[in-house]
């Protein structure tokens, strides 16, 4: 346990670091290498998905808090690597920590966050139905007054209404920095939303209307944003030209003068029948 107890306080030092100075690749790329070392410790030790009598196994109280640390730590760390999958596993593993021995740790400071951040990654991923099922695990309490739970549940609110600029400003309202990226994930699903209804609803719009409807702060996102939905943009009058491939798909099958004048006949024939 010894060597457990050092990395862990190693890992700890180095999540610190990371956490002023996220961007920090060498500190990350330390952080990645310890957390897979302590998963092969946490194994031998029968700490990494400890049984359900683990208590009458010899394993005590302030192991299973630090296993349980370790892994919080792996799950804030997935996110900074943008390791959603990463994230996933970890959740899995603590659910175990926070369900069957909900009475026999005390509670971790980590735990709300955590679970916001689950819930987060269900709506990005447009897991409706599994984000309300999550949620009604919850104690009400929980729910009603913890800020990393009500993060979540306005954002979903608020999709539901439409109001997307409140979901754009909810970024800069995140409870923890880790939040940003979900949040970012989501925002990117609402603007082809948007860009989706902009190709059906015009032929085309300026730039600057196109960057304020797509919640973009710089031209240079709506630029890479238009290219990858195949947009033609006039660097001249800084116009939009939407490519609307499946309306000329239609026109080509059903012609429109055939179409009138077929209509037109029918029209014809029916006032003579009446």
């Keep these: ?52 009598s683990a208590n009458l196994e010899g394993l005590k109280v302030e192991d299973l808090i630090l296993a349980r640390d370790i892994l919080e730590i792996g799950a804030f760390a997935s996110i900074r690597d943008k390791d959603v999958e990463g994230f996933d596993r970890y959740i899995n593993l603590l659910r175990g920590f926070y369900d069957d021995y909900s009475k026999i740790l005390p509670p971790s400071q980590n735990h709300q966050p955590l679970i916001g951040l689950s819930l987060l990654r269900l709506l990005s991923s447009n897991s409706i139905t599994a984000f309300h099922t999550a949620l009604e695990t919850l104690p009400v309490d929980v729910v009603r007054d913890s800020p990393y739970i009500q993060h979540p549940v306005n954002l979903e609110r608020w999709l539901m209404e439409g109001s997307y600029s409140k979901v754009w400003r909810a970024r800069q309202q995140a409870p923890r920095e880790e939040y940003g990226f979900f949040v970012d994930q989501l925002m990117g699903t609402i603007r082809h939303e948007i860009a989706s209804c902009e190709e059906k609803a015009y032929d085309q719009l300026p730039l600057s209307d196109a960057a304020t409807l797509l919640f973009f702060d710089s031209m240079q996102q709506v630029l890479n944003f238009a290219n990858e939905r195949g947009w033609q943009i006039n660097p001249t009058t800084q116009i939009v030209h939407f490519s609307n491939k499946s309306d000329s798909a239609s026109a080509a099958k059903i012609p429109k003068k055939a179409t009138i004048t077929s209509n037109l006949q029918f029209a014809k024939e029916l006032e003579s029948i009446v």
């Excluded at 010894?2 to 002023?20: D, K, M, P, V, W």
């Excluded at 500190?27 to 998905?49: C, F, P």
């Design 1 to 52: 346990m010894s060597s457990l107890i050092q990395q862990h306080r190693e890992l700890l030092e180095n999540f610190t670091i990371s956490s002023s100075n996220p961007s920090d690749k060498e500190v990350n790329k330390r952080i990645r290498s310890q957390l897979s070392k302590l998963k092969i410790l946490l194994t031998e030790a029968g700490l990494l998905i400890p049984s359900s």
